[in-house]
């Protein structure tokens, strides 16, 4: 079984450019998450998508960051501008449907803004 | 008061030790998970339960729902079982996931 696909898996770019990333999850996970981990602290919540539609984006900074799932399968999260603070590796986990069942995560894209 | 609490949050044992690591929550869950996280790398999820103890391998996961609280046992440690360990629930007002803190297990050979 394929895993959680992830691209890029290292991203470098200058404040105040743009930065997008992808997540192909596992086929048939109704679920999709991304979480950002800043270095030292746990994973914090993004976004999570059921098929197409947003659950939960009470902590994206939506003046910066968008997140998309047209088709309900693969995702773009995507951050503009970039500030220093956004440095941090940004996770994609999918599961079944919902919390309540196994979870399946990325390699993480780690990002590092200069 | 963090929903999640997880300790302790770093343990350093030596190889062969039999390790135990706690959760403890406050709010009514419907799933508990174990995690884990090694340097640099992604999480992978150890267990799911909602009930009861699971095995794989070295590793045991036990809940006990009434006193709300979870522990995370690896047996035989090795160094390779260095890693943060992760506890989250399935739970809260809208029954998402809520995340501890971590415990950073280091194992000396």
């Known amino acids: 079984e394929a895993g959680v696909a992830q691209s890029p898996r290292y991203k470098i770019i200058e404040k105040r450019q743009s930065v997008a990333f992808w997540c192909n999850p596992i086929?048939?996970?109704?679920?999709l998450y991304w979480y950002q981990q800043i270095l030292g602290q746990g994973p914090k919540l993004l976004i999570q998508?059921?098929?197409?539609?947003?659950?939960?984006d009470s902590q994206l900074p939506k003046d910066r960051f968008s997140a998309e799932r047209l088709k309900g399968v693969d995702s773009t999260l995507k951050i503009q501008p970039a500030k220093l603070e956004d440095s941090a590796v940004y996770l994609c986990a999918s599961s079944p449907q919902g919390a309540n069942e196994k979870l399946f995560f990325g390699s993480g894209t780690q990002l590092s803004v200069l | 008061k963090n929903e999640v609490e997880q300790s302790p949050q770093n343990l350093t044992a030596q190889e062969g030790e039999f390790i135990t690591i706690n959760c403890s929550y406050s709010v009514g869950i419907s799933a508990l998970h174990w995690l884990q996280q090694h340097p640099g790398g992604g999480i992978v999820s150890l267990f799911m339960l909602s009930s009861g103890k699971k095995k794989h391998g070295r590793l045991i996961a036990t809940i006990n729902i009434q006193e709300k609280h979870s522990s995370l046992h690896i047996t035989a440690s090795h160094p390779r079982d260095s890693a943060v360990y992760i506890c989250a629930v399935t739970g809260g007002s809208n029954y998402q996931l809520i995340w501890g803190a971590g415990t950073k297990l280091i194992i000396k050979p």
């Open positions: 086929s048939g996970h109704a679920t």
């Open positions: 998508f059921q098929n197409n539609g947003v659950v939960d």
